[in-house]
Structure formats: structure tokens, C-alpha cells
């Protein structure tokens, strides 16, 4: 069963906008994924946040984890024609290496 | 850096027929992994291992066997294949995790249709 549920299920945008997806889940985790798939290839790690942190940065991205909703998001800040991909949110549920994955926001940034 | 290696990467096979899906690691990770991604159900873990000569079931583990003879090597087999069986098969490997968790590295994938 998916642990991970992605909201937008598809989000497009023009170029130099912002993009946030979100993504719940059901159970206590020990940390948080965000992976990036470009179509047609593997996923590609972007970033991980402890269930003890609230925010994390790296270049032009944020993320965020609330752990009393149970919910986290990805914000990507003056998004490119490159960020175009799919994004998946992960979680451990406990085990700490067998990931589950969402199904993924559908992210179309229009030039 | 060749990092995950899947072989085949396409490949069409008829019901009953068997496969082995090949995947190599060259970042002498412990753990490694085999996914399936369909349509609208995200990545499903199929079997994983935490060690040379280990091997155990995921979430969906029905109809395939895998294997873990090398540290470097996953094979995952369909011994007798099946149309639900089609998909987009991603392997993918990490070191053990920390106290923080792990990040896994993915393949390319490996698409199979069975008709």
C-alpha cells in the first residue's frame, strides 16, 4: 500500500514561477525523500529531512515536514524548462532503508 | 562513474516465456533493490538485499526470484512471465543506513512488455 500521496497529481507553470507539491502520509517515519524522474529514466535523490527537522534547504529547493499533520512539501523557486519532471516523495515507515514511494506530481514548467 | 547498471533495458517476452534482469552496482553498496513502476501506482518494492548472499521480500514479491551471488550484482528472475507483469523494472542500490536515513540510487530501468 502507498504510504506517500503526492497532491498535485500534475502541476504546470511558466517558467520563473514557483512550484510546491505536497505529499501526506499514514504512519511515523524516521525521515522523509524527495526524488526527482526525468521521463523515460531512473529517480535521481534531491533531498532528505529528519523527522526532527521542519525545513531544509539546498539551492532552489525547500522543503518543509510537519509531523503532527503528517505532511510534507517541496517548493521549487523560480522553476526552469529543465525542472519539467516527476517528483516522488519517499518514506521509511520504521525500516530506515526499504523506501515507499508516492505516486508522484507530474511537473510541467512551460518556457 | 557508471553507478546502477540495468540489462536489458527493453525487452518483449510471451507469456510463460523466463527472463533475468541484470543489475550491476560499482559504488560497493550493501543494499539493493528491485522496483517496479506502473501507471498511476508509483514504485513498488519487489525484493531487496542487505548483503552478498542475502536476499529478501517486498511489497510485491509474487512471480519473481532474485538472487545476490556478488556484492555488486542483483539479478532478478520471471520464471514464468506474465501480461501483468509488464512494467518499467528499476534497480537500485545504497550503503547502510544511518541514524538519518539512507539515499538510494537508481538505474536507468529496464522495460518489459509480456504478451
Known amino acids: 500500500s502507498q504510504q506517500g500521496e503526492e497532491d498535485p497529481q500534475a502541476l504546470s507553470i511558466q517558467e520563473g514561477e514557483n512550484a510546491t507539491m505536497n505529499c501526506s502520509y499514514k504512519?511515523?517515519?524516521?525521515?522523509l525523500q524527495w526524488y526527482r524522474q526525468n521521463s523515460g529514466r531512473g529517480l535521481v535523490h534531491l533531498i532528505l529531512i529528519r523527522s526532527n527537522e521542519r525545513e531544509k534547504h539546498s539551492g532552489r529547493l525547500r522543503v518543509t515536514l510537519d509531523t503532527s499533520k503528517k505532511s510534507s512539501s517541496l517548493l521549487i523557486t523560480a522553476s526552469r524548462a529543465a525542472d519539467t519532471a516527476s517528483y516522488f516523495c519517499?518514506?521509511?515507515?520504521?525500516?530506515?532503508?526499504?523506501?515507499?514511494f508516492g505516486k508522484g506530481t507530474l511537473l510541467t514548467v512551460n518556457p | 562513474n557508471a553507478g546502477v547498471t540495468q540489462t536489458p533495458k527493453f525487452r518483449v517476452l510471451k507469456t510463460g516465456q523466463s527472463m533475468t534482469l541484470l543489475c550491476a552496482q560499482d559504488?560497493?553498496?550493501?543494499?539493493m533493490y528491485w522496483y517496479r513502476q506502473d501507471p498511476g501506482m508509483g514504485l513498488r518494492l519487489i525484493h531487496y538485499?542487505?548483503?552478498?548472499?542475502?536476499?529478501a521480500k517486498g511489497e510485491v514479491p509474487d512471480g519473481y526470484n532474485v538472487s545476490r551471488l556478488k556484492k555488486q550484482n542483483f539479478l532478478l528472475g520471471l520464471e514464468s512471465a506474465a501480461p501483468s507483469q509488464t512494467s518499467v523494472y528499476f534497480c537500485?542500490?545504497?550503503?547502510?543506513?544511518?541514524?538519518?536515513?539512507?539515499?538510494?540510487?537508481f538505474g536507468e530501468g529496464s522495460w518489459l512488455t509480456v504478451v
Open positions: 537500485a542500490s545504497s550503503p547502510p543506513p544511518d541514524h538519518s536515513g539512507n539515499t538510494i540510487y
Open positions: 538485499s542487505v548483503g552478498e548472499g542475502t536476499t
Open positions: 559504488m560497493n553498496h550493501e543494499y
Open positions: 519517499a518514506t521509511d515507515r520504521g525500516s530506515n532503508y526499504k523506501l515507499t
Open positions: 504512519t511515523s517515519i524516521n525521515n
